[in-house]
């Protein structure tokens, strides 16, 4: 680990009040693509059981791309849905995830340990209360990606994936993160603002958080990233936060979830990984990039 660094609480963040069930309607938007095309994308609900419903964002003329999601939570006015999961080790907690679907969890792979058993909890909100909306299943196999080599690089490559061994019942607090196929998971990233959240500290080297925190991050352009630090940042991270400070993701955060909204659907554009102290003036939050892995996650999750 590089001197000053951290595995991955938000600082400076708003706290997550108590889910409060809501709906959503995807409207219309136009988006850029990489070669300053623009294309017109729709969203279509369609319900389905158990108050599942199945969003169909069709890009005219380029197919369709299909997202499965649950009910959603309005929080403050701002769409907020249920897929972070708290990762517990023998002892405490001490990373975040997101639920790809009923049997597995995405997360940084630095936050996995030889021989630690680990436990998922999902439906967390207030890590100090036992809260009925918990479900927490063991990991009974975690597979970091296949270029990654702690021995080398304890954040390159910094993405792993972790099987349940009982599946998750999916509801309107338990539901899995949008991932979208890897060309728009690049172009949501580059909207500019993503979400981070997690239970990691609130202060540097202060204690964790026991309410699930979340906070609004700008992205920082490539130029800017690598100026503010001596270490390497390689293609598959990205960097995002204030250059004055104040609010970062911080330690325990690791593994948790950077989402990008389009019209009120929060989908998976990065993973928490690390940084130099926490929410110090000059230096950001480093994520790995997800659009570099969607495909491995979809064919190790059978993610369709």
């Not at 207030?126 to 270029?147: D, F, L, M, S």
């Not at 999916?170 to 979208?180: E, G, K, W």
């Not at 690390?274 to 000059?282: D, H, Q, V, Y």
């Amino acid at each position: 680990m590089p001197p000053g660094t951290f595995g991955g609480g938000i600082m400076g963040a708003n706290l997550l009040p108590p889910f409060i069930p809501g709906t959503e309607h995807i409207l219309t938007r136009k988006l850029k693509s990489p070669e300053s095309h623009h294309w017109l994308m729709r969203g279509k609900p369609v319900f389905r059981e158990e108050g599942q419903r199945l969003a169909v964002i069709e890009l005219l003329g380029q197919g369709s791309l299909q997202i499965q999601w649950g009910e959603v939570e309005m929080v403050g006015g701002e769409t907020r849905r249920s897929a972070q999961v708290l990762l517990h080790g023998e002892i405490a907690a001490f990373c975040g995830g997101s639920i790809v679907n009923e049997k597995w969890v995405v997360t940084a792979a630095h936050c996995i340990k030889p021989g630690v058993k680990i436990t998922v909890v999902a439906g967390e909100h207030n890590t100090e209360e036992p809260e009925p909306t918990e479900q927490k299943r063991n990991v009974i196999r975690a597979i970091p990606y296949h270029g990654y080599n702690a021995s080398i690089n304890k954040y390159s490559h910094d993405i792993a994936l972790l099987e349940l061994d009982e599946p998750l019942k999916l509801n309107s607090y338990v539901t899995p993160i949008c991932i979208a196929d890897r060309e728009y998971t690049n172009i949501f990233l580059k909207f500019g603002y993503g979400y981070v959240s997690g239970w990691g500290k609130v202060f540097n080297r202060g204690r964790s958080a026991s309410i699930l925190q979340y906070l609004k991050v700008p992205l920082v352009d490539r130029a800017t990233c690598l100026r503010s630090t001596k270490f390497t940042i390689y293609s598959h991270m990205f960097c995002a936060g204030y250059h004055e400070g104040g609010k970062d993701s911080c330690q325990g955060d690791s593994g948790g979830p950077h989402v990008t909204e389009v019209e009120g659907t929060s989908f998976l554009t990065g993973i928490i990984s690390w940084g130099e102290e926490c929410a110090m003036k000059g230096k950001y939050g480093i994520y790995t990039k997800v659009s570099r892995y969607v495909n491995w996650i979809k064919e190790k999750t059978k993610l369709t």
